[in-house]
């Protein structure tokens, strides 16, 4: 896709896009227009809008423009008459450089309805650039000896200009030693050659000046020019000669790098290259390249590297002094380097100990060095000292030799290391001085018990933790190394405790970290207090202890449990309720404890209910009261069931159910109860078959002591102790006969035993043994009828009572 295709594409889409017009005409029409370069600015390429065939009236409305970075900056539209001008100077060498075809292209667009025209201007070449010579001077050295015929290829020139504007004819001005020729290359360039046609003559004439001259092919021709400058070169018949045959000097060996110590000169009887004379070193020894150098053109010789008279005391030099036509000739320098005191005293270490033993005695050597000067004279001379350390000092023994040895006592924790300075000091002047370090490594004795960082240390670790979790991290130091400061930690403990603390926690005897061997129960321990002891590896071993106190933080694992009312008591539980109760009469309390602690052991007790409830319960101590007096219209029989939670996060919680009989006399409630009864062992075939057990079993109790009554009732006309057996037997039971259905909170006087038929159209019961020493907490008084947590029992209990 070309660059007008990729416009037209984006101008559609923006069109498309917005909806700015509704019908989109594109035109992909072409306009040429051909004009020359180099035109004025505004000049007329043509009448855009004519050749467009657009109504001039309408260009303004219609936003006539140009769409080209390029094109804009050299064509602009009058949108009053529609004409294309030249708005910048079009140079065709520089936009299209030597390409034979140079067109510049745009795009003209309107809108109202939109329409993009492409145009397309031919820029045609003018015969503007002349031929130039990249050199205008061109530079010929000749022999005087060439012969006749000798070509010599000169550079070619260059046009800008294209087609037959460029093409080059060349001519040479009249001279009678030189000609002019043409050498065609395998490209086609074409280079012009200078030909010698006559024998040159130095003495003559030692120089020839020629103008060559380049056409082009436009019209009007355009020309350039080129001098040619040609030098004829004398033929070398005379060698050099230097002014002496041998140099001498002395130089100190101080000397600054790149100063000059000697100059040596010869001269040439020969004229122009011949007697151009290049000085050189023709010596085959490195070390004269290495510290000298030679200045080809004057014969000045330089320092060029540091002179050392230890290293080097003479050097022997030959010069060489070489002409243009490779004649030469030879001298001899000499070089005497002077001594100066330019060396500092050399120390090297004969012997040293690089570890010694902190315990080591007063008097140790440790090192012997050689203090070495490699000057002369008192240049040479030397006495070495120890500076900056007390700890050590210096013996001078034979010659130049010293013995470092120890002053006092060491100690490894203080200083480890030492780094002993020696100075040594010539005695030249200026005075030359230089110091060596010996690095000095005190060995470890094991005199530093392992220390830990308090002598206590307290952890808390949340119960319910991963088995083989690390809980803790215990450090000790020794201010020792290596092996004396190696420590391994491990846990103390006593005979009878061993086993039980080692099931709960372990240490790592390296790291020092200590793990849970098994998650920890708050309820059972809350802490352990274990001593943990640290030995290095040290001959003797040292050790030290401390103490880590691990405290067990409780988590909410716990859920509360109900300890009144029993969840284990079946679902026969009741608790009576006396009609008269008022509004906030205590009726009965829900116990429950939680095995955690804190935050996670506060209970909250809540009753769970979506409709309005005969009952209230208090939110912290569990204490059910009545929200309202009672009423008629209220049933006899009520469920409650209460939630207990805890205030864990997250919370944890326990249910029970209570079931609530409203009623002023026990017997009101065993219809109801007889009723519950029935229904429930209807659902087990054991059940009914103890049923029938029961009341076979209670119908040949209730003769036997229908008999009985009547044979005491003839014996004796008193009343009987226990009434008539009439129907309305309950309200007049004698309440130690109460039955044992009663475990409540509430505090009763009375204690009886009752057992009652399961059919509640029967009237028989049973009198059986007074409990006399039963809790005062388990007592009923016979006033509240039941009132507290009475329990009736099930069939099966009854039938176990009146079977015992």
């Not at 209670?698 to 009439?726: C, N």
Request: proline fraction near 4%; charged fraction near 20%; glycine fraction near 4%.
């Amino acid at each position: 896709m070309t660059v007008v295709q990729e416009k037209e594409e984006q101008l559609l889409e923006k069109v498309r896009r917005t909806q700015f017009l509704q019908n989109v005409m594109t035109v992909s029409g072409h306009i040429h227009y051909s004009i020359n370069e180099e035109l004025r600015k505004g000049s007329i390429v043509g009448n855009l809008a004519k050749d467009l065939e657009l109504n001039v009236k309408d260009l303004s409305r219609r936003k006539l423009r140009i769409v080209s970075k390029i094109s804009e900056k050299y064509f602009n539209i009058n949108l009053d008459n529609g004409n294309l001008y030249i708005a910048d100077r079009i140079d065709r060498e520089t936009l299209c450089r030597a390409a034979a075809d140079c067109v510049l292209t745009f795009d003209a667009v309107v809108e109202n309805p939109l329409n993009i025209f492409n145009i397309q201007i031919n820029v045609q070449d003018i015969n503007d650039n002349p031929p130039t010579f990249l050199h205008s001077t061109l530079i010929l050295k000749m022999s005087e000896s060439t012969s006749p015929g000798a070509k010599f290829a000169l550079k070619k020139a260059e046009d800008l200009d294209v087609g037959v504007n460029s093409l080059i004819s060349y001519r040479l001005r009249e001279n009678q030693y030189f000609a002019l020729g043409e050498k065609v290359s395998t490209d086609g360039s074409v280079f012009p050659e200078l030909i010698l046609e006559k024998p040159l003559d130095r003495e003559t004439q030692n120089k020839h000046e020629l103008i060559l001259t380049a056409s082009d092919g436009g019209n009007p021709v355009q020309t350039g020019t080129a001098l040619i400058n040609i030098i004829i070169n004398d033929i070398n018949d005379n060698s050099p000669v230097f002014t002496q045959d041998v140099y001498k000097v002395s130089v100190r060996e101080n000397i600054p790098v790149n100063s000059t110590i000697l100059q040596v000169s010869a001269s040439d009887e020969d004229e122009g290259v011949n007697a151009q004379i290049t000085y050189s070193f023709s010596n085959t020894e490195k070390s004269v390249f290495e510290t000298f150098t030679i200045n080809q053109n004057n014969g000045e010789i330089k320092i060029k590297s540091i002179l050392d008279y230890e290293v080097i005391k003479f050097y022997d030099i030959s010069v060489q002094a070489e002409d243009g036509g490779g004649l030469a000739a030879h001298a001899k320098v000499l070089i005497e380097i002077t001594d100066e005191n330019d060396n500092a005293p050399e120390i090297s270490v004969t012997s040293s100990s690089d570890v010694i033993p902190e315990d080591s005695a007063p008097g140790t050597m440790v090192a012997l060095i050689q203090v070495h000067d490699p000057d002369s004279g008192e240049n040479g001379e030397a006495q070495c000292l120890i500076t900056g350390d007390l700890t050590f000092e210096i013996i001078s023994t034979t010659g130049i030799f010293y013995k470092i040895v120890t002053k006092g006592s060491l100690d490894r924790e203080i200083m480890s290391s030492y780094n002993i300075t020696i100075q040594a000091s010539d005695k030249g002047s200026p005075q030359m001085s230089s110091s060596k370090v010996i690095k000095l490594d005190v060995s470890d004795v094991n005199d530093n018990a392992p220390v830990f960082e308090k002598l206590g240390y307290a952890a808390l670790v949340n119960e319910n933790n991963l088995p083989g979790a690390s809980i803790f991290s215990i450090h000790a130091r020794d201010l020792d190394s290596e092996n004396n400061a190696k420590i391994t930690y491990a846990i103390m403990t006593r005979n009878d405790e061993e086993d039980s603390l080692s099931s709960y926690i372990s240490m790592n005897p390296i790291t020092g970290v200590i793990y849970a061997q098994r998650s920890f129960d708050y309820e059972k321990h809350k802490e352990f207090n274990i001593q943990i002891i640290a030995r290095d590896n040290g001959s003797p071993s040292l050790n030290s202890s401390t103490t880590l106190r691990i405290c067990i933080v409780d988590q909410n694992d716990n859920s509360p449990v109900i300890l009144y009312p029993s969840q284990e008591v079946d679902s026969s539980t009741f608790e009576m309720v006396p009609w008269t109760s008022e509004q906030g009469s205590l009726v009965s309390k829900v116990v429950a404890v939680d095995a955690d602690s804190g935050h996670n052991a506060w209970l909250s007790y809540f009753l769970q209910s979506s409709e309005p409830s005969l009952f209230t319960i208090d939110q912290h101590t569990g204490e059910i009261r009545t929200s309202r007096g009672f009423q008629e219209k209220d049933i006899m029989k009520h469920g409650i069931v209460v939630l207990v939670k805890d205030n864990g996060i997250p919370s944890r919680s326990a249910s029970v159910t209570l079931t609530m009989v409203i009623a002023d006399h026990f017997h009101l409630v065993l219809p109801e109860l007889s009723s519950q009864s029935s229904k429930e062992e209807s659902q087990s075939n054991l059940q009914f078959y103890l049923v029938i057990a029961l009341a076979l079993i209670s119908f040949f109790f209730m003769l036997t002591v229908i008999i009985a009554v009547v044979s005491k009732y003839k014996e004796s006309k008193s009343t009987s102790s226990f009434g008539s057996l009439s129907t309305s037997l309950y309200p007049q039971v004698d309440p130690r006969f109460v039955s044992q259905f009663t475990n409540g909170t509430l505090p009763l006087p009375y204690s009886y035993d009752v057992c009652v038929t399961l059919d509640p159209s029967e009237q028989e019961f049973a009198f059986l043994k007074p409990q006399h020493n039963v809790p005062v907490d388990s007592l009923i008084d016979a006033d509240d009828s039941g009132i507290g947590s009475g329990t009736l029992k099930n069939s099966s209990a009854v039938e176990n009572q009146v079977l015992s």
